[in-house]
């Protein structure tokens, strides 16, 4: 049984459906927005060997003309070298305005796909159907693609929004547990930053969710993108309460930019890292009370995920290192640090102007370099 979300956007409102099954579904649901009878699919080897024969007999079933581009999987893909040759491969395909991409992956083929619709010949549709827990629970929701620089994760992109996500639950099997504990880290946060009772719940049953027990998985991912899809509703562009969904993702993404964005160290356990440091942070700062951060941790422990600099590959860390990283974050303003911090486990808040000495300081205090 699937469950249908809105994220409503007035005339740009889209659907996420998520349940067990929707990939042999896809042709019949995919097929009324697809002006010309026909998608370009995006996808990875991984995904495309496990998956791939499955989604495109699906399309062809509904009548659909399908082509499908097979990218290298990892970081490395979302980059400008990335961008050009898929946009080089999807104008050799011919696709016109009225056309449309689907993106069949995890976050990274999802944001790149993304942020080449909406550049290809000034913007067309595209459509997500996201294969990790990850994608599922965060990426593929809220209409942010962007591609990584060597300066820094996502620092070039747009807000492009998905004409409809379908989360299939059955494929997240094919996945290594790693990157299911990656996924939790996304979940975990929703309820850090904002439903205390959704984290209760989380607690209890981290355990069903990550072995991907089907009515534990299922409440768990609906919760996450009913609150995704809530907060882009209100705050499409990250000007207010989106900002929210940020928790962790400074110390996260200098914590990726220091390891070089690969296989040492996943999206989703920086964040969950981050997560646990943000609320560590926020207890030295006396805005939480250390009882706080220590649950925090504990959850985030509970789905398999590093708590600390020295769970993560190449640690010890220099802290000035990591500072750099952060000033160079797409959420710094005039060079001033930002962070997502929190008064108490489902109460975060925007932080702007945070001292890089005070930062400089917890960093070396949780075992960085001075």
Request: proline letters at 3%; aromatic letters at 6%; charged letters at 20%.
């Amino acid at each position: 049984m699937s469950r249908s979300i809105t994220v409503g956007l007035g005339a740009r409102a889209y659907e996420i459906e998520i349940g067990p099954g929707l990939l042999d579904r896809a042709g019949r649901r995919l097929a009324p927005l697809l002006p010309r009878g026909r998608t370009v699919v995006v996808t990875d080897r991984h995904v495309a060997d496990h998956h791939g024969e499955r989604l495109a007999a699906a399309l062809e079933a509904g009548g659909i003309a399908v082509d499908m581009i097979v990218l290298d999987p990892g970081e490395g893909s979302k980059s400008f070298a990335g961008l050009a040759d898929l946009t080089d491969q999807l104008l050799a395909l011919e696709l016109d305005r009225g056309d449309v991409i689907t993106a069949f992956g995890g976050g990274v083929v999802g944001d790149l796909t993304g942020f080449a619709a909406a550049v290809y010949k000034r913007g067309i549709d595209f459509i997500q159907i996201p294969t990790t827990l990850l994608a599922q629970v965060d990426s593929s929701v809220g209409g942010k693609t962007a591609i990584d620089t060597p300066r820094g994760k996502n620092l070039v992109g747009a807000f492009h929004q998905p004409r409809l996500v379908l989360a299939d639950l059955d494929v997240l099997a094919t996945l290594p547990q790693r990157e299911i504990h990656a996924g939790y880290a996304e979940i975990v946060k929703y309820g850090l930053l904002g439903d205390l009772g959704f984290f209760e719940w989380l607690e209890t049953h981290a355990a069903s969710v990550t072995a991907l027990e089907v009515e534990a998985l299922a409440h768990a991912v609906s919760r996450s993108v009913e609150m995704k899809a809530e907060i882009v509703a209100e705050d499409e562009r990250e000007t207010g309460r989106r900002a929210l969904l940020n928790l962790g993702h400074t110390f996260a993404h200098a914590l990726e930019s220091e390891t070089g964005y690969g296989e040492a160290l996943l999206h989703g356990e920086a964040v969950g890292a981050g997560c646990a440091l943000a609320f560590r942070f926020s207890a030295a700062l006396g805005l939480c009370s250390p009882a706080e951060a220590d649950r925090a941790g504990r959850a985030i422990a509970a789905g398999g995920l590093p708590t600390r600099l020295d769970q993560i590959a190449g640690a010890p860390f220099a802290a000035e290192r990591l500072i750099v990283h952060m000033t160079q974050d797409k959420k710094a303003e005039a060079g001033q640090l930002t962070f997502v911090l929190a008064r108490a486990i489902g109460d975060a808040f925007v932080a702007k102007g945070v001292d890089a000495d005070a930062v400089r300081a917890f960093l070396i205090s949780e075992g960085a370099l001075a």
